[in-house]
């Protein structure tokens, strides 16, 4: 289970013509130890999370922060089962330990809402 160790909200973005808010995320994946997780206000006032992305370039020839390049991958097979589905138990805790982690949910309320 991928866990939240840190989140921070980062800016509002534009993700596939949709208005979102990127928020940083350390999690406990040694692989992919840190993700942008992006999300979008839902019609209950709360928030859905439409997209998560790691930045796999190389740092060492990749050293800016570039997101228009393929180095950032979906992250989204964490939360698939073995039948290539999507758990939506694991989905969902994710996105509450985002949301619940520091001022995330009250920065999303304050950049999405208003």
Known sequence: MIEVR?????????????????????TNDARTPVVLAYFTASQDND????DILANDADTEIDWYDNNMHQ???????????????????????????VLAFGS????LARELLD
């Open 6 to 26: 840190h989140a921070s909200f980062r800016r509002t973005a534009n993700r596939n013509g949709r208005f979102c808010g990127e928020v940083e995320v350390t």
């Open 47 to 50: 928030y859905d999370m439409v």
């Open 71 to 97: 180095a950032f991958a979906s992250r989204s097979e964490w939360f698939e089962t073995d039948e290539m589905k999507t758990d939506w138990g694991e989905r969902e805790s994710f996105k509450e330990q």
């Open 104 to 107: 995330v949910r009250e920065d």
